[in-house]
């Protein structure tokens, strides 16, 4: 859902705050169908202090800022789940923080793929080794070489220039969570609660 006050330009995605001084950009978050782009706007703050853009096409539902304040207002269920969305959210951007701080390269690629793969729902990643530099702050080489160990594996498949297969999401699972245990909970908890609210 994408929530815009008056004039507001809004994408999917999230980066860092891109300042006007020379400044190290990194992807501090990932959305996807069941995310929100526009909270600061929909808790009356105005515009966001970072950069969002698309990295793979899609659709999403959009309203006007105060037409979704006042459904909060309204509704308690509304408030809870959008309370629910902000923890999500703060959770796994301190995750991805402490992941680029604590975690070998590998790692924090193979979290990385992991979480595209839960974001567009697919294991079949359009991504190139400098789009995933770019997003991690991390040399192109030393991306090369870690997908090379990945694909020496059997872990991840090159689908030519361009994608990423994933092949044993199971091993990219295990070493993310000897790395970051916790990494997904809090996503997969989230998309629970959402499931039983739309069986009750």
Not at 46 to 67: D, L, P, T
Not at 123 to 128: C, E, G, L, S, Y
Not at 172 to 185: E, S
């Amino acid at each position: 859902m994408l929530v815009e006050a008056p004039g507001d330009k809004v994408k999917v995605g999230m980066d860092a705050p891109a300042a006007e001084a020379k400044t190290v950009e990194m992807q501090v978050a990932m959305l996807g169908s069941d995310d929100c782009v526009g909270v600061q706007a929909l808790l009356g703050l105005g515009m966001a202090n970072y950069r969002s853009h698309v990295e793979v096409g899609g659709w999403a539902f959009s309203c006007a800022a105060q037409a979704a304040r006042r459904l909060l207002g309204e509704n308690e269920k509304a408030r809870e789940v959008m309370l629910r969305y902000v923890d999500l959210q703060l959770a796994e951007t301190w995750q991805l923080t402490a992941s680029a701080m604590g975690n070998s390269n590998d790692a924090r690629i193979a979290i990385w793929l992991l979480q595209v793969a839960s974001v567009i729902g697919d294991t079949a990643i359009p991504v190139t080794h400098q789009g995933i530099s770019n997003r991690m702050n991390i040399r192109r080489p030393s991306v090369t070489e870690g997908l090379q160990r990945m694909v020496d594996q059997g872990w991840i498949r090159q689908a030519g220039r361009g994608r990423l297969d994933i092949i044993n999401v199971e091993a990219l699972m295990q070493m993310a969570y000897h790395h970051a245990p916790g990494q997904f909970d809090h996503r997969k908890a989230f998309r629970s609660y959402l499931e039983e609210l739309r069986q009750s």
